[in-house]
């Protein structure tokens, strides 16, 4: 099922604006918007309802379960976006208007200037994740500094939005046996890597493939403008909202399912 979408977000968002009083030959008439030069908004996919169980996750043995794929046949794929850099409210605006689901796996050291802008992003039902105090690349660190990163956000976003996060992303993807028992012994549920990337420039499958497969964890950014060039941060969503549409697949809330 097709999810409509606003007329005013289309109209706020990527209209080129309205018509002045100027003699400009190339001027719209008045009362008719100016033609837009953006790319029009995806018309979604609605998400199935949420499975009444949880699909079982791998065995960890006192660690642990690493993620980069959610076990499922659900046409469903996962947004989960790192750090906290920008805080653009277009972005936010784009995606409270859309209504689409999306973790955030926040940084202290990124986010924390102002986690009031991920707070009205998670009152809109999106979930706030942990992504360490500082983003060091865990691997080869010992298990009190590993704890240390990761026990300590989860304590600070305790005390930011009153709830602790269930799952855990390592900085650039780099972990070792001992972050896996480092995320375990700090109350989280699994380890969260991802199979495609989305980056400025584009999607990058790293699943072995060129498509997106069901349950398929989709790594994004909150990109700060000198990292996207001559796009915006919207559009870069926009694009890539809509490759996943295109591909049949609807966006769901990976904590449904982990």
């Known amino acids: ?20 009083e100027g003699t400009d030959p190339g001027t719209p008439e ?28 791998p065995p ?16 469903v794929v996962f947004l989960t976006i790192d750090d906290g850099i920008a805080k653009d409210p277009e ?3 784009l995606m409270r208007q859309l209504r689409v689901p999306f973790s955030m796996f926040l940084t202290d050291s990124m986010a924390g200037d102002d986690y009031g802008y991920f707070d009205r992003l998670r009152r809109g039902g999106n979930r706030v994740q942990n992504h360490t105090l500082t983003h060091p690349s865990l691997a080869g660190l010992p298990y009190a500094r590993q704890r240390a990163e990761i026990c300590g956000q989860q304590e600070r976003l305790q005390g930011e939005f009153g709830e602790r996060p269930t799952l855990f992303r390592p900085p650039r993807g780099h972990y070792d046996p001992t972050t896996l028992r480092a995320v ?34 989709v790594l994004f950014h909150f990109f700060p403008p000198e990292r996207l060039g001559d796009r915006t ?26």
């Not at 960890?60 to 046409?75: E, I, K, N, Q």
Request: proline share 12%.
């Open 91 to 93: 972005f936010a605006h």
């Open 1 to 20: 099922m097709l999810r409509g979408i606003a007329p005013l977000l289309a109209t706020a968002l990527l209209a080129g604006g309205c018509a002045g």
């Open 60 to 75: 960890a043995h006192g660690s642990a379960p690493v993620l980069d794929r959610v076990p499922t046949r659900d046409r």
């Open 30 to 57: 008045r009362g008719r918007p100016a033609p837009s030069t953006r790319p029009a908004l995806p018309r979604l996919l609605d998400p199935p309802p949420p499975p009444r169980e949880k699909p079982a996750l």
């Open 184 to 217: 375990a012994d700090c109350g989280l549920r699994a380890s969260v890597m991802w199979g495609v990337n989305m980056q400025p420039d584009g999607l990058r499958y790293d699943n072995g493939t060129d498509r997106l497969r069901p349950g398929e964890i």
């Open 233 to 258: 941060l919207t559009e870069v969503t926009v694009e890539l909202l809509r490759t996943i549409t295109e591909q049949g697949f609807a966006v769901a809330r990976i904590e449904d399912y982990v």
